[in-house]
């Protein structure tokens, strides 16, 4: 899978800890996409905005359960 061209590069939440268990996002232009912060080179996910936006929506909810 190739590497996507983030405009503002891979990013962690500021909610993360520096033990290395967290998930990394870029915003493309079209996009976003989530990577493993422990393997960044095995690929990534891509979302839509809209996909983007729902996934925002219900982690700032709670909505996504344990």
Excluded: I
Excluded at 11 to 26: F, I
Excluded at 32 to 57: I, M, V
């Amino acid at each position: 899978m190739s590497e996507p061209r983030a405009r503002a590069g891979w990013r962690t939440s500021s909610y993360s800890t520096n033990g290395g268990e967290c998930v990394e996002c870029a915003v493309l232009d079209e996009s976003a996409a989530l990577r493993d912060s422990k393997h960044p080179h095995d690929g990534h996910l891509s979302f839509t905005r809209t996909e983007w936006a729902a996934f925002l929506t219900a982690v700032k909810h709670s909505a996504l359960g344990a």
